[in-house]
């Protein structure tokens, strides 16, 4: 059975997108993934297809009502066929999307995908589905379609056949609690500049250990945060055995 995307969207127009070219696309094309699309606005009840309201206590803009987004997940549960899949909300006070994350969806059968609009969703919905909220940053979208797309990329290209040679995945950034290394190519002089030696000598060993320094290096400077993890991480490594 391939691995399943459903997406809740008041613009199922959106989709595939991008998920249609590429690496993606030529998965969903030979049936590696599946995608499924839910119009929201089904589940309206008036002639106008309404599905938000203004917020209790006033302020501006306006939120997706409960007992609209209630009865559209449970059929869409139902329609999925697994009770246990990920029910993922995207939204900007979520927890943030880690490849961690990625690697987990990829392990099951997929995932439930609920893009918001507007000022958001009720939070009723969000505690009697025990929806999971995630973001793609610290910044706010228009909507959710987008970071679902992102985070189905995301997933996708790790699930088994999708990326040609699966080793290509092993040096990513992430993978290793590190960023990725700098990477080069032909032509070995571009505007004065050159390709690293090491990656010139034909030493593995070096090669590895400079790549390993670079990693390290773009880490600490461009994200503390990862750095700091990377370090607890490797000081409760045992040591190797030096008898």
Request: include cysteine; aromatic fraction near 8%; proline fraction near 7%.
């Amino acid at each position: 059975m391939s691995w399943n995307a459903w997406v809740m969207t008041l613009f199922p127009e959106m989709f595939p997108g991008s998920l249609d070219v590429s690496l993606t696309g030529r998965a969903l094309e030979n049936g590696l993934w599946g995608l499924e699309t839910v119009d929201i606005r089904d589940f309206a009840s008036d002639k106008h297809r309404s599905v938000d309201d203004t917020p209790f206590g006033g302020g501006p803009g306006m939120v997706l009502r409960a007992d609209i987004l209630g009865p559209a997940i449970d059929d869409t549960v139902a329609k999925a066929g697994a009770d246990d899949l990920p029910l993922i909300y995207l939204s900007p006070r979520g927890k943030p999307f880690t490849q961690g994350r990625a690697r987990e969806l990829a392990a099951g059968p997929g995932a439930i995908f609920l893009c918001g609009r507007f000022e958001g969703i009720d939070e009723r919905v969000l505690e009697a589905r025990k929806i999971e909220e995630v973001s793609l940053g610290d910044f706010v979208m228009t909507g959710g379609e987008l970071a679902a797309m992102a985070l189905i990329d995301a997933t996708v290209r790790l699930l088994p056949g999708v990326v040609g040679d699966p080793d290509s995945l092993a040096d990513e950034s992430f993978e290793a609690g590190l960023l990725e290394y700098p990477q080069y190519t032909r032509p070995q002089e571009w505007e004065g500049l050159g390709v690293p030696e090491a990656l010139l000598s034909g030493n593995h060993g070096r090669i590895a250990g400079w790549r390993l320094e670079q990693s390290e290096l773009l880490t600490k400077e461009r994200r503390p945060d990862l750095w700091d993890q990377y370090l607890a991480a490797t000081s409760r490594k045992p040591k190797p055995n030096k008898d």
